[in-house]
């Protein structure tokens, strides 16, 4: 029987403004905050919920893990993340246990507006921020050492995480730009390719492609767009990455998966042995961690740039 993998599902949670533009960037204030409550002062936020996997590794990442009183269920990194009490889901959150907790900042992002309606009732501060692009992520890891009173922690987070990109840049700069699709959603099992959801543009996984030196393959407007075997011999990439965060918990080899995709042979990726399979958790999580999908994608693309040295 198939086996069905739909990264949709959750990029539709954690990318939905970028895919979606559920919001437009330009309506929103600089910095990467769509909302803070009024008052906000620097230094605050000594007891923090999080609403998101991304948040959470942001507010870890800057040393911040003691103040995290409460995260969802699907907050899972890093492990002691999972220690802190779970207040539910992405979208339906348990406000008693919220209020038990004494937060006195509720941190989520910009798809959760029915969310920030009821903490904004309950009279809880929020903060909301945009993590929908790379400069959203740094930007949102600079707002909350503001606001927690970790600038100089976040000042450097940032300068390294920078650094680290502008370092991917200057390996692809002038290296051919090779044409690439990441498949986000499709089923596994058997068989032919069938119903093959790609990364449209100006998507969180498009800016990857760009970073990484290549140029997204798919050049419609479309957000999710579906392909058959037929569609992706049109495209015919040069390289194909297939999304695949639930790898290891359904117990699907990578090799079995790049081996479907067998089912085109004349498309260039497959001809030359160029199908990656992206299986680590973070690969739907933009968070800090975004760094290490960069970079594994440049590394992927363009094989023959120098990356041992500096």
Known sequence: MRRTTLLIALTSLIFAGSYLGKRALDHRPPGGIAGEAPGRARGSGRRIVSLAPSVTESLFVLGLGDRVVGVTRFCDYPPDARSKTKVGGYFDPNYEIILSLKPDLVIMLPEHEEQKRQTDRLGIPTLVLNQETVEGILDSITTIGRICGVEEKAATTVRALRERVQRVRSKT????????????????????????????????????????????????????????????????????????????????????????????????????????????????????????????????????ADWVTS
């Open 173 to 304: 700069k002038d290296l051919p730009r090779m044409r690439v699709i990441v498949s986000i959603g499709r089923n596994i099992g058997p068989g032919a390719l069938m119903s093959v959801y790609l990364a449209g543009r100006k998507g969180f996984y498009d800016e990857m492609i760009e970073l990484a030196g290549g140029t997204n393959a798919y050049e419609g407007a479309a957000a999710f767009p579906v392909f058959s075997e037929e569609g992706i011999v049109r495209l015919n990439p040069d390289v194909v990455i297939d999304v695949v965060p639930d790898l290891e918990e359904h117990g699907w080899e990578p090799a079995v998966v790049r081996k479907e995709w067998e089912a085109v042979p004349r498309v260039n990726a497959v001809r030359n042995g160029r199908i990656y399979v992206f299986g680590q958790d973070y690969v739907a999580v933009p968070g800090p961690r975004f760094i290490l999908i960069l970079e594994e994608m440049a590394r992927l693309i363009h094989p023959e």
